[in-house]
T-cell receptor, first 114, second 116 residues
């Protein structure tokens, strides 16, 4: 079945540092890939998405590129802020593979210190 | 408007109580979802409604009873819950569900449920 693997956290960075959160996936079809962010005490918010190979999703300074050859969708940001502290979930949806149930990774906690 | 609203924000209930969670969206989405999220875990899908009909029930105990009165509203009725049911309950919606669906889900802020 489909699965998403995220790097274990927490990831602890100083403000203005470069961020990478790794995400790899397995899927039987041609999935869409997502990053969701969950701030403390809140629900999930869609951060960015990509629907086909080589697509780059971007939002609020975050970027991720859909790499079919490495089955990856790593999240990056050039300069993190304290306000980026949250839990980040990588997810996929694979309707072409017959699965309409979204699959989430375990989540990676990001802590940014001033 | 890409907002999904949920009420109440917090709920504390005893094991013999009956309560309901409410979710609303006005984006014209025809698919709505209930998720359960325990601390430091990803959301777990509970139910999917498509065009106001229950499409998916992920083997959820009968003490959770979903209801979709119309295309904008989704309720979750709670009865005789256990302390282990304490969690954040998230509602989400998307344009469609099933073949050819667009798949971006929009989440509400959640209801934090505590069962005593």
């Amino acid at each position: 079945g489909d699965s998403v693997t995220q790097m274990e956290g927490p990831v602890t960075l100083s403000e203005e540092a470069f961020l990478t959160i790794n995400c790899t996936y397995t899927a039987t079809g041609y999935p869409s890939l997502f990053w969701y962010v969950q701030y403390p005490g809140e629900g999930l918010q869609l951060l960015l998405k990509a629907t086909k190979a080589d697509d780059k999703g971007s939002n609020k300074g975050f970027e991720a590129t859909y790499r079919k050859e490495t089955t990856s969708f790593h999240l990056e940001k050039g300069s993190v802020q304290v306000s980026d502290s949250a839990v980040y979930f990588c997810a996929l949806s694979d309707p072409s593979g017959g699965s309409y149930i979204p699959t989430f990774g375990r989540g990676t906690s990001l802590i940014v210190h001033p | 408007d890409t907002e999904v609203t949920q009420t109440p924000k917090h709920l504390v209930m005893g094991m013999t109580n009956k309560k309901s969670l409410k979710c609303e969206q006005h984006m014209g989405h025809r698919a709505m979802y209930w998720y359960k999220q325990k601390a430091k875990k990803p959301p777990e899908l509970m139910f999917v409604y498509s065009y106001e009909k229950l499409s998916i029930n992920e083997s959820v105990p009968s003490r959770f009873s979903p209801e979709c009165p119309n295309s904008s509203l989704l309720n979750l009725h709670l009865h005789a819950l256990q302390p282990e049911d304490s969690a954040l309950y998230l509602c989400a919606s998307s344009q469609e569900w099933g073949q050819g669906a667009t798949d971006t889900q929009y989440f509400g802020p959640g209801t934090r449920l505590t069962v005593l």
